[in-house]
């Protein structure tokens, strides 16, 4: 995966951070929803070596999934957010208190079950990242129904952001039935892949921001150029998808909306781990929206999140404090204008 050999481990054991006292803000609401979340624990180790003890040199506890990452890095970016997310026994209770202490307005419903726990290791010798995913609860369809009303009665008619796997017992039509529960009123932000991806567009959501490989699967072509990536951005914001953001990686990021495509390269920063890269994306994405930003400012802001995460070791998301000296840094270009 990408980046991940070449990864740094910051100085861990820290307490996590407590949350600045939020600026108030005029914008919108902000929601984020997480279905499948974890609590994440990372080891950082000498090496691993076969049938012997291996003793952690430094460990982290982070709650986990990607809308809790987006609500994360809203806070960061001073943006009042609200993160709805389902909790199961003993680990969701852990989860709950991870959440609370790094996000102003936490909701949580208690679902039957365990949630998950995923485990990261970094071994510095040779430096290598291994991964283990848990496995979430189930989420049956009275649960489900309950939780679709949750989101609508949380959502306001501000931004909800749709991110993240969905837990074993919920189709890929699970994000498109939310969608169309909220209705026309609220700007759906769409971050998933696959069949999720492909239903959640039929439903024309405000943004999405699919990476290269997560778009070539949706177009079901590869897209090796940047014209490849403008023409067909813009082809899918033909059809009613408001705002369509594909990111690449170190090759920044295009923007199509109803005046154009534009792209953008990322600001230069020495990258560390790209883990997170994705999500502070999006938060930048949202961040630039809700406070009346246009294509353009979103574009900078969303690049300058991203890469500024990138430039962060481990899961460590960017620095609030400076991402908006990144993002004025940042070149916009118009790839092509809205057709005539
Ligand atoms: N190697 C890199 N160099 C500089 N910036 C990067 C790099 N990788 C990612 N970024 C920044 O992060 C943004 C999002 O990265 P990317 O396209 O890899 O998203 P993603 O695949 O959705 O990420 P994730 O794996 O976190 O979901 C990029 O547009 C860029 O701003
Ligand atoms: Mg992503």
């Given at each position: 995966m990408k980046g991940r050999k070449t990864m740094k481990i910051a100085a861990?054991?820290?307490p996590a951070r407590r949350i600045d006292?939020?600026?108030?803000?005029?914008?919108p609401r902000v929601l984020t929803l997480t279905l499948n979340p974890s609590v994440d624990i990372s080891y950082e180790i000498d090496r691993l070596v076969e049938d012997r003890k291996v003793h952690a040199s430094a460990y982290r506890l982070d709650p986990g999934g990607n809308g809790i990452n987006v609500a994360r890095a809203l806070t960061r970016l001073h943006i009042a957010v609200h993160a709805f997310f389902v909790a199961a026994g003993e680990t969701g209770a852990l989860l709950e208190h991870l959440v609370a202490k790094q996000i102003a307005n936490p909701h949580c419903r208690h679902i039957a079950g365990e949630t998950r726990i995923n485990v990261t290791i970094e071994a510095r010798n040779p430096r290598a990242q291994y991964e283990v995913i848990g496995v979430g609860p189930t989420i049956d369809d009275t649960t489900l129904d309950a939780i679709v009303g949750d989101v609508v009665a949380l959502a306001d008619d501000g931004y909800v952001v749709l991110t993240g796997s969905l837990p074993p017992?919920?189709?890929?039509?699970t994000y498109n039935r939310i969608m169309r529960a909220l209705g026309p009123r609220v700007r759906v932000v769409v971050d998933m892949q696959g069949e999720a991806l492909a239903r959640a567009i039929e439903a024309k959501p405000f943004l999405i921001k699919p990476n290269r490989y997560e778009f070539e699967e949706f177009v079901g072509?590869?897209?090796?150029?940047l014209d490849d990536v403008q023409r067909e951005a813009r082809a899918l914001q033909a059809t009613g998808v408001t705002h369509v953001c594909v990111s690449l990686g170190a090759d920044g990021a295009v923007l199509a909306d109803a005046q154009g495509v534009r792209h953008a390269w990322p600001p230069q920063v020495d990258v560390q781990?790209?883990?997170?890269a994705g999500d502070s994306m999006v938060a930048g994405l949202i961040a630039a929206f809700a406070q009346g930003g246009g294509s353009a400012q979103a574009l900078r802001l969303g690049l300058a999140c991203g890469s500024a995460t990138a430039a962060q070791p481990g899961t460590e998301l960017f620095d609030g404090a400076e991402v908006q000296a990144l993002a004025a840094g940042v070149d916009v270009r118009l790839l092509a204008p809205a057709p005539p």
């Open positions: 861990w054991n820290t006292p939020m600026t108030p803000s005029p914008a017992g919920a189709s890929a039509g072509r590869a897209l090796p150029t781990s790209t883990v997170g």
